[in-house]
């Protein structure tokens, strides 16, 4: 039995991403958050887990993102970060943080301006700055799928290869986008930062006789070491660091050129 883990956002979904600096107010696309959370400082990138484009985007514009989780009881996780920290360290930098839900509901609005689904993205969250003790950006991401990825893992499953996805993504838009190509629920792992991709790959090597990873960030760089396998797909077309084409076994500019790989 063999086995392929895909990542999601920029692997199976081209994503875009919105980015509001609360120092000067303004939104950006242009950015890649995980550069954002590697800059300076330590700096910590918070999903939440919940829906954007009905809770967040229906919530009170002017209260703090620390009044909205604890009120409505809103789970989060740290999807990456460049240094360790736990959930309660960032309670305690919201808890004294002006940043507010509107600031949230202006990159949902930038994000829905350009017509990229969020439901199959990782959806709304922050980047906290830990040295600094204070919420940098807000962000939102949507992603439209590759239009080769429905082609891809029909083949694969009909070369009878299980397909699991290990994302950071939130698990909202995670099953969402499973249920649109046909992959078991309980092979999506969401939420999953560089290390724990990287745990997933061990575990199911334990299973099969070969396991392959595909994805396409510096999150990524652990998992495609760790795999009999590892695949960088360039599809998304942003920069990616020396050190994580060095990782990869194969680098490959559409994702349909997987089917070319021996597996």
């Known amino acids: ?32 958050s995980l550069d954002v959370v590697d800059y300076r400082d330590r700096r910590a990138l918070v999903v939440l887990q ?17 009044e909205f989780i604890e009120r409505n009881h809103i789970r989060f996780n740290i999807s990456y970060a460049n240094t360790a920290v736990d959930p309660g360290e960032i309670l305690e930098v919201l808890r004294d943080d002006p940043a507010t839900v509107g600031d949230i509901q202006d990159t949902i609005d930038a994000v829905a301006g350009k ?18 003790g204070r919420v940098d950006f807000t962000i939102t991401a949507g992603g439209k799928l590759f239009p080769e990825v429905p082609h891809v893992i029909g083949e694969l499953m009909d070369r009878k290869i299980d397909i699991y996805i290990a994302s950071g993504d939130r698990k909202g838009s995670l099953m ?50 760790e795999a009999d396998i590892g695949v960088l797909t360039l599809q998304q077309r942003e920069p990616v660091p020396q050190r994580l084409i060095e990782a990869a076994d194969y680098v490959i500019e559409n994702i349909v050129e997987l089917l070319d790989i021996e597996i």
């Open 176 to 225: 969402e986008l499973a249920k649109l190509l046909g992959i078991p629920t309980e092979n999506v792992f969401d939420t999953a930062d560089t290390e724990r991709k990287a745990r997933i790959i061990r575990e199911l090597r334990g299973r099969y006789s070969k396991v392959v990873m595909v994805g396409n960030g510096i999150n990524d760089i652990l998992a495609l070491r």
């Open 115 to 132: 017509n990229y689904n969020i439901q199959i993205c990782s959806g709304s969250g922050f980047i906290v700055n830990m040295d600094r």
């Open 50 to 66: 919940t829906d954007p484009s009905t809770c967040i985007v229906n919530a009170r514009p002017h209260q703090t993102i620390y």
């Open 1 to 32: 039995m063999k086995a392929v883990v895909f990542d999601n956002s920029g692997t199976l979904i081209r994503r875009y991403r919105a980015l509001k600096d609360l120092k000067t107010g303004k939104i950006c696309d242009s950015m890649n």
